[in-house]
């Protein structure tokens, strides 16, 4: 059974930092892309990050460049998937979702949502300002 489970969203006041994480299980997810995207209020999902399955190329959108950090851990064939993120403002206000991409290069990290295959059901993230 696939399962990508997201934690470590909540509520933060304006320049702090929050931790996200998604656990990924039930395929050989250490060969698969790994991707953070965001639905905030009335908006539709963008791309916040991604990181390939070798773990050497990494994509984030412009937005949040500089700002948060992806990473992931493999163990087997589950992939643990962070994103560390600093200096959070009201705009970064979203339901943050964790993705699969069964990517064909170990060097590939996109940031099309529909190139990704399995999704979590999302954390939500509210930055008070």
């Known amino acids: 059974q696939v399962r990508l489970i997201e934690s470590g969203g909540g509520l933060v006041q304006t320049g702090g930092s929050l931790r996200l994480s998604c656990t990924a299980s039930?395929?050989?997810?250490?060969?698969?892309?790994m991707g953070w995207f965001r639905q905030a209020p009335g908006k539709e999902r963008e791309f916040v990050a991604a990181?390939?399955?070798?773990?050497?190329?990494?994509?984030?959108a412009a937005s949040v460049k500089g700002r948060f950090t992806i990473s992931r851990d493999n163990v087997q064939n589950t992939v643990t998937v962070y994103l560390q993120m600093n200096n959070l403002n009201p705009e970064d206000t979203a339901v943050y979702y964790c993705?699969?991409?069964?990517?064909?290069?170990?060097?590939?990290?996109?940031?099309?949502?529909?190139?990704?295959?399995?999704w979590g059901q999302g954390t939500h993230v509210t930055v008070s300002s």
């Open positions: 993705a699969a991409d069964q990517a064909q290069y170990p060097d590939d990290a996109h940031t099309w949502q529909y190139e990704y295959d399995y």
């Open positions: 039930g395929r050989t997810f250490s060969r698969y892309a």
């Open positions: 990181v390939s399955w070798s773990g050497t190329t990494t994509n984030y």
